[in-house]
């Protein structure tokens, strides 16, 4: 927010491993908090600072946590000078010295507890719990133990302040909220912004049969509309069915939605979803004469067996983008040939409609696209005539973070991290500035999205972490113009909300994503909202949300993503926000999104319920830590701690 101060002072505190302990919010302690934290930015450049795997080399922007402690998960240059410390930070026990000019490697000991000695070429010392920084300013960090006075002197980018006290108690920079939007906010946010998307396969799994619904869907989607004012809209059907048999009851049972084949009553499980409205996908990927008129029959078959209510929109293909690379479409295909393909095929469902089933809507979602450079992206398509005949009313496109098949730790390295989380969804907020630039003002949303694409990874993707993903994911979305989210289930997908049946189990399952989804229906609530990201610079591993409603500042969202495996201590980041012309004294709801560690699949609550299976999907009261409050400090100051892998929200009185 432009002149606002956007330094945060946090604080680093320790807590019990349970997954909903009593939280403390407004007021540290010397036994809860043993240490504080200074969030440094700006360029370090005279002193060799040890790398946790890492070599000494480059400066770069670097951050002081803990107790004396340097954390470099990267390399800084050390040019003279000498840096000793001992930390006990978020890596665990150890101490570094090196002097001269490094360029060898320095390794350390990552083990909780200990304290060893590791040097790198040239002669060291080791003066455990002092810490010298010469940025530009002075940073001096002396101290023994786990308490320590922290005095910043000088100028660190733009910003200068002082901690004090081994309790943590703080006297320098907070955060400034605007308590109305301001132009860093995003656009108007109607309700109903957490929808879902439903592959062909698994619709009537998640349906039911005709008159007999899957409750567990059921309940969890009521869930979910009864926050945001109107149930979740349903995408589903599309590209990848194979074929339409008149005679068919229901559908073909097959291990592929590519070889699918569905009679005219697969639709009438529609109905089993009270007041929702769908967004129907068709055949676009096969343009056979053949393929066009089983598509035209399932527009036909849709007329017939639901309602014109019940339909919101329809969706011609599905990432057309990927067709060249499919075999379906050949090398050298332009936007004018989509284009043209694209208007044949609407203007046949168009003509349909209007000539037996007119009640039904006859406007299109475009162009679904899932890459950011083809000649199918938005701009593109309707600069070349896409939209001629007005029927398109809404942009959609497709988001994931990466595969699901890519090396590394596919949790930490981008499931759980707010830097990759909004680099993913710049991108697409790159298609939406290139859609206006060319004239379109309709509404831009992610018609199918989710966190690891081909179905998600067990272990990153169906794990509480993912839950924390889906907060930090939708409001960071919501921020930059992104209107609506599709999240996409695939038949037993990793990273699926929920399951209605797994095998012959029929109870189901409720997944993990499905909590964060929960937490941002709560958020955006009933009514029109604005979302706006506050800079914290917190980095890859923290991110905070204000939320506006009817004008005014109404909630907030902290997300600590820093990973917790579920052992020991579970350190935790203190936030401080300041609203103006907030009544001291005044009480601020809590709302606790927890469990106990970021790789659990199961205990997860939102403000202490859980929405299993064993409950059919309703609320049960497991968590009595989960709603608590804190009370407005002096001059409308907000302070609480966000413990690793947990997520809160305040809701403003």
Not at 16 to 35: F, G, N, Q, V
Not at 178 to 201: A, H, K, Q, R, T
Not at 245 to 267: C, E, M, W
Not at 640 to 650: G, I, Q
Request: hydrophobic share 35%.
């Amino acid at each position: 927010m432009k002149g606002h101060l956007s330094l945060l002072i946090l604080g680093i505190a320790t807590g019990s491993a349970s997954a909903c302990p009593p939280h403390r919010h407004s007021k540290l302690s010397s036994t809860s908090i043993p240490t504080t934290t200074s969030v440094i930015s700006g360029t370090i450049t005279a002193t060799a600072l040890g790398s946790t795997d890492g070599t000494v080399s480059g400066p770069v922007n670097r951050t002081v946590v803990g107790v004396g402690a340097v954390n470099a998960t990267s390399s800084i240059t050390s040019t003279t000078s000498v840096a000793t410390a001992g930390l006990y930070g978020s890596y665990g026990g150890y101490s570094v010295s090196s002097s001269g000019n490094q360029t060898s490697a320095i390794s350390t000991d990552k083990a909780v507890g200990r304290s060893t000695s590791d040097s790198a070429a040239g002669s060291s010392t080791t003066p455990a719990g002092s810490l010298t920084i010469t940025p530009s300013g002075t940073t001096t960090i002396s101290g023994s133990g786990n308490a320590y006075t922290n005095q910043i002197v000088g100028s660190l980018g733009d910003y200068g302040s002082s901690v004090q006290g081994s309790a943590g108690s703080y006297d320098g920079s907070v955060v400034v909220l605007s308590v109305e939007p301001s132009s860093d906010c995003g656009p108007e946010i109607p309700p109903g912004y957490i929808n879902f998307s439903l592959d062909s396969m698994g619709f009537i799994k998640y349906a039911g049969e005709p008159g007999i619904p899957n409750m567990l869907s059921i309940n969890l989607l009521t869930n979910l509309g009864d926050r945001m004012g109107t149930m979740p809209m349903i995408r589903f059907f599309g590209d990848y069915t194979k074929g339409f048999d008149q005679n068919l009851t229901k559908q073909s049972h097959v291990d592929s939605a590519r070889n699918l084949v569905i009679g005219p009553t697969y639709f009438d499980s529609a109905s089993n979803f009270p007041n929702t409205k769908f967004m129907l996908g068709l055949n676009f990927m096969d343009l056979s004469d053949q393929a066009k008129q089983t598509m035209l029959g399932v527009v036909k078959a849709v007329c017939t067996h639901m309602k014109p209510s019940q339909i919101a929109m329809w969706e011609m293909g599905n990432e057309p983008d990927l067709y060249v690379a499919q075999g379906a479409r050949p090398a050298g295909w332009t936007v004018d040939d989509y284009v043209r393909e694209w208007r044949d095929h609407t203007g046949a469902v168009r003509a349909v409609i209007a000539q037996k089933y007119a009640p039904f809507p006859q406007n299109f979602v475009a162009t679904s696209v899932i890459g950011k450079k083809s000649d199918t992206v938005p701009a593109k398509a309707f600069k070349a005539g896409l939209n001629q005949d007005n029927s398109v009313s809404i942009v959609g496109v497709h988001n994931y973070l990466t595969v699901a098949t890519r090396s590394g730790n596919l949790l930490v390295d981008f499931v759980m991290n707010h830097a990759v989380i909004s680099d993913s969804i710049k991108k697409n907020v790159g298609l939406l500035t290139d859609t206006r630039a060319a004239g379109v003002n309709l509404p831009f949303i992610f018609s199918e999205t989710n966190s690891l694409a081909l179905g998600g990874k067990d272990g990153a993707s169906n794990v509480f972490g993912a839950s924390l993903y889906q907060v930090d994911f939708c409001l960071k979305a919501a921020s930059g113009g992104i209107l609506s989210i599709f999240h996409h289930q695939g038949s037993g997908a990793s990273y699926n909300a929920w399951d209605p049946n797994k095998g012959t189990d029929l109870s189901g399952a409720t997944g993990a994503p499905y909590y964060g989804q929960l937490f941002v229906a709560e958020i955006l609530g009933k009514a029109k909202t604005r979302v706006a990201e506050i800079p914290i610079n917190g980095g890859s591993t923290e991110s905070a949300y204000a939320v506006y409603e009817g004008g005014k500042l109404a909630r907030i969202a902290a997300v600590n993503f820093n990973y917790y495996g579920g052992s020991g201590d579970r350190p935790a980041r203190r936030f401080q926000f300041k609203v103006p012309g907030a009544t001291e004294g005044a009480t601020v709801t809590v709302l606790l999104l927890t469990a106990s560690s970021a790789s659990t699949k199961t205990g997860i609550t939102f403000a202490g319920n859980s929405y299993d299976a064993n409950t059919v999907g309703k609320a049960n009261k497991t968590c009595p830590g989960g709603v608590t409050s804190i009370t407005v400090g002096k001059d409308g100051l907000l302070q609480f701690s966000v413990r690793d892998s947990e997520a809160l929200m305040l809701i403003l009185p």
